[in-house]
């Protein structure tokens, strides 16, 4: 009867303790000391006192179970695994001698302590492993985004200094293009204030050549009319030319209207170009047959306009002005060249 009663206190304590028989089977350290095995145990809502040799003797007297921690006995308890050598755990009261190894050190197994290995340094050797890859692997990250942030920078270095490059070039094409233009606009304008002076100088040698074509006209006219060849001209001589009678109605060009047309009743060279000719210059008529050199270049002309085609006549001929300038100065300089060659060969006829 008493060896019963001592196997029965063995039991208990084996139940109550952990492996270390220090720690209370199922207790973390941190709660450790709210299991005092000299004093009475008090559920830990406070509802029960009771004798110490109740905690885990796989019967529940606590309703919040915290009287069987290391036991299955409380279907609310929770069961501390200590797992040395790797991380604690916290399962469901339940689990404990389940069959199941749930703790790692297999301390949730107690009963059958050849049940479970003690897998919590292989644990912690793969925990290692995996932490050091996890590492490895965050360097690599850390390595490959600072040789980035390296790279994004060079190139964003190298980027601003390409748009700087292009900006100044673009400055010094914009200043060249300004220069050009401002070159362009002097060159059009010392054009156009050339252009506007040849035309001057060719309008006044025009005016000029046409004023003494038209004196020379006159003087001949004189001539012609200057019958007695005496370099005066009186209405007696005028009358011959009945063309210049201002009034016709009378049939007759009378030395009254001569004298009115002379201004006076004799006129020399000089009054007759200067006051009468301008009159009559319009309607005067030679009698004299035009000189044998006019007489070919007129019919030099009329022979040209027969050579040309229908085409060039139906195109009128249309001449750019600046063309008719260029073609006007090349015919004079062909001439005057022709001019300078005849005087080298000297006169082909003579005495
Ligand atoms: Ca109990
Ligand atoms: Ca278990
Ligand atoms: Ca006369
Ligand atoms: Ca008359």
């Known amino acids: 009867m008493v060896c019963v009663m001592v196997i029965s206190v063995l039991v208990l304590v084996h139940a ?29 809502d406070g509802s029960k006192s009771f004798q110490f040799s109740l905690v885990n003797d796989d019967y529940c007297d606590c309703t919040d179970g915290s009287d069987e921690p290391g036991t299955s006995a409380c279907p609310n308890g929770s069961f501390h695994c200590p797992n040395p050598g790797y991380r604690p755990a916290n ?18 197994e107690w009963k059958n302590t050849q049940k479970c290995q003690n897998t919590c340094n292989e644990l912690w050797i793969a925990e290692k492993q995996r932490l050091a890859e996890e590492n490895e692997a965050a360097n690599i990250g850390i390595k490959l985004k600072e040789e980035f942030s390296k790279t994004g920078l060079s190139k964003k270095a190298e980027r601003q200094a390409k748009v700087a490059e292009l900006e100044t070039k673009l400055e010094e094409l914009s200043a060249k293009e300004e220069d050009l233009k401002i070159s362009k606009e002097e060159i059009e304008s010392r054009e156009a204030t050339a252009l506007e002076e040849h035309r001057r100088v060719k309008e006044e040698q025009r005016l000029k050549e046409a004023h003494e074509d038209n004196l020379k006209r006159g003087a001949e006219a004189f001539s012609e009319m200057d019958s007695d060849k005496d370099a005066i001209l009186v209405p007696a001589e005028l009358v011959l030319h009945s063309e210049l009678d201002p009034d016709t109605s009378d049939s007759e060009f009378t030395a009254a209207e001569a004298e009115v047309m002379l201004q006076a009743d004799s006129v020399d060279l000089n009054y007759f170009l200067t006051n009468v000719w301008p009159m009559i210059n319009s309607t005067f008529q030679t009698t004299l047959a035009p000189p044998v050199e006019q007489q070919e270049q007129e019919n030099q002309e009329v022979k040209t306009e027969e050579d040309l085609g229908e085409d060039d006549i139906l195109r009128g001929e249309v001449v750019d002005e600046e063309d008719y300038y260029e073609d006007e100065e090349e015919t004079d300089q062909e001439d005057h060249q022709e001019e300078e060659e005849a005087e080298e060969e000297g006169p082909s006829s003579g005495p």
């Open 16 to 44: 109550a303790y952990a492996g270390d028989g220090l720690r209370i089977r199922g207790v973390s350290l941190t709660k450790n000391s709210l299991y005092n095995p000299d004093r009475d145990f008090t559920c830990f």
């Open 91 to 108: 399962i469901p009261s339940s689990r404990v001698n389940d069959g199941v190894c749930d703790c790692c050190d297999g301390s949730d």
